[in-house]
C-alpha cells in the first residue's frame, strides 16, 4: 500500500492564555511526561524565588539559569544527568529556554518550555541557540514535550523586549522568499508543508491588528511563534525560519555583542534584506508592522553606524556556509553594500 501520510512531530500540548503557568504543576504530573514525578524546573534571572511556591510544584527542584551561554546550557545538562530528572520545564523567555532546551537533549529526557516572554520562535523549535566564546551557535535538539504561553506574564513584562519575537516571525517571510530563491537557482528542495506554516504564521502577525497589550494580538503572536518553530520541525533544519537576515544576525553577535536581541535583530535584517530583493510592498508592510510595535527598523535604531552594519552584512555569508541567500545572490563588494544600506536608512528614516 502506499503512504497515505506522513507523521508531523509536536508536541502533546499547546497552551496559550492569560493565566496558562498555573496549570504547570497540572501538566508535569502528565504520566506521559512524568511517572514517578521526579521533575526539575529551570528558571531564567528575570524570575523570583517565588515562583514555585507560587505554582505549587511540591517537591520540584529549581535551578537558575545565570544566562544564554552554551556554557550554561552544558552545566544544567550535567545537573540534570545528576540528579537523574524524569522532564524538565524551562520557565522564562527566549534563552531560558534554549539553555533548558539543550541541557534536556543532553540529559536525554524531555522538556516543557513555559514561556513568559514572545522573544524568538524556539518556544516550540527543534533548535536551540546559545551564545559562545566566538558568537552564538545553533544546535539540533529534542522538540519541546509540551508548550505554554502566559499571557499575563508577557504583558506585564517590561518594555518591548518581551515581545521583540514579532520580528523573527516577519523573518519567515524573508526566509521563504531566499529558500524560494535556492530552489530557483541551485534547485535545492522546498517542503512545500514548511513554507505554508511559516508564511501564514508571519502573515496573521503582519496583519493582526490590535497592540502587544491585547490578548488577541498576543495570543496570534504566541500562536505564530509556535508554528514558525513547528515548520522548522517539519522542514528538518532551520530553512524555513533563517535566512539573510539571520546570517546578518549572526554576523553582528559575533562582531558587535551584546547588540540588539534576537527578535530585534532578526526584524531589521528582514527588512533589509526584503529591500535588497526589491520587493517595496512587502517591505512597507514589514515597516510599518516594526513601527507599530515599537520595534528597530534601522541600524541607528539599534545603536549601530553604517559602517558597522555594513560590515556586518559583508561577513554575513561566512557565519552559514551552503546556506544560499538573497546575500549570496547578490554578492555585493562592500562599497556597494555601503551605498544599499544608506539608502535603505533613508528608506526608512
Ligand atoms: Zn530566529
Known sequence: MPLLARMLPSPLVIDVRPGAIAGLGGLLADHRIATAGRVAVAVGPGQGDSIAAELNLGAAEIFRIPEGTHDAAAALGQQLRAGSYEAVAGIGGGQTIDVTKFAAHMAGIPMVAVATALSHDGICS???TLRHESGTGSHGVAMPVAVMV????VRSAPGSLATAGIGDVVADLSAVADWELAAADLGERIDGLAVAMARSAAQAVLHQPGDTRSDEFLTV???SLILSGMAMAVAGDSRPGSGGEHEIMHAINQL???TGS???LAGVGT?????LRGNADQAELVSACLARHGLPRTPGDLGMSHADFTKAVCYAPQTRP???TILERLALPEAEIADRVEDFAKANS
Open 221 to 223: 503572536l504566541a500562536e
Open 322 to 324: 551552503g546556506r544560499y
Open 262 to 264: 534576537h527578535g530585534e
Open 126 to 128: 527543534p533548535i536551540s
Open 271 to 275: 527588512l533589509f534584506c526584503t529591500f
Open 256 to 258: 558587535y555583542p551584546g
Open 150 to 153: 502566559d499571557l499575563d506574564r
